[in-house]
């Protein structure tokens, strides 16, 4: 097993020539994982192929686990680009065809990666592996999707119990989860199936939403919100 040394510190500032060799790591590494396995992979193995020394991929990324964090930081940075147009405003206001549009786009930004998607899932369905959605090394691509899940919301015309919206982003979050993990292990040309399951599900979710907002219903929505604080976004 490879032992790591000290890694880069933070705040270290980057330049143009260190973020190439980052993303040459990083592409490396990527390419590597599919080829060979995540758990078959060595940061020795993943330096010699990008022709930097050991100590200089660890300079970079302090393990593994932090090479598929920069994968998920990429992802997300990708989607971010990808859904613009669609969040600056100005565009559809339709809830149901603002979640279809980010969640296809995901889709699209993921493709590439599908093939060894499994891999990683192994070790992030693991509640204390640092590859787990939920864990504190996840927050920047974690925080990053929410906040996209946030505009897709206040971009659209739907109005909301305030209550709901407190806590909507996150469980919408929640709701991408568990596309992508469909996603991982859907076989169908292009995850044609998965995009089906989206577009199902996204106009579904869009009229629960605006029937949350009717004072018959309220009582629910406020428990609803209880539980989702309580079990599964508290701090």
């Known amino acids: 097993m490879d032992e790591a040394p000290p890694g880069r510190t933070a705040g270290t500032p980057r330049t143009a020539k260190s973020e190439q060799t980052r993303a ?9 994982f599919e080829e060979r396995g995540y758990d078959k992979t060595t940061m020795r193995a ?13 300079y970079y990324f302090a393990g593994k686990e932090h090479l598929v964090q920069g994968f998920y930081d990429r992802l997300a940075a990708d989607h971010e680009a990808a859904v613009q ?5 100005g565009g559809d206001k339709d809830l149901a065809g603002r979640l279809l549009t980010v969640m296809d ?20 369905a693991d509640p204390a592996s640092p590859l787990s959605p ?15 899940h946030e505009r897709v919301l206040s971009g659209s015309d739907i109005k909301l119990d305030a209550e709901l919206a407190e806590v909507l982003p996150e469980l919408m979050w929640m709701y991408q989860m ?4 469909y996603w991982v292990f859907d076989h169908s040309p292009d995850c044609e199936r998965t995009r089906r399951l989206v577009a199902r599900t996204a106009p579904l979710g869009a009229r629960i939403l605006k029937l949350s907002r009717y004072r018959l219903l309220r009582p629910i929505v406020r428990e609803v919100r209880e539980l989702l ?3 599964l976004f508290e701090r």
Do not use: C, M
């Open 85 to 89: 147009g669609v969040l600056a405003g």
């Open 24 to 32: 040459l790591i990083l592409e490396t590494a990527l390419r590597l």
């Open 134 to 148: 939920f864990s504190p090394e996840s927050h920047p691509a974690r925080d990053a999707a929410i906040s996209i």
């Open 105 to 124: 786009a995901w889709l699209d930004v993921a493709r590439p990666y599908h093939q060894f998607a499994a891999q990683f899932f192994k070790n992030a």
């Open 178 to 181: 568990g596309i992508v993990v």
């Open 229 to 231: 604080k309580e079990f």
């Open 46 to 58: 993943i330096a010699n192929e990008a022709g930097v020394s050991v100590g200089n991929a660890y």
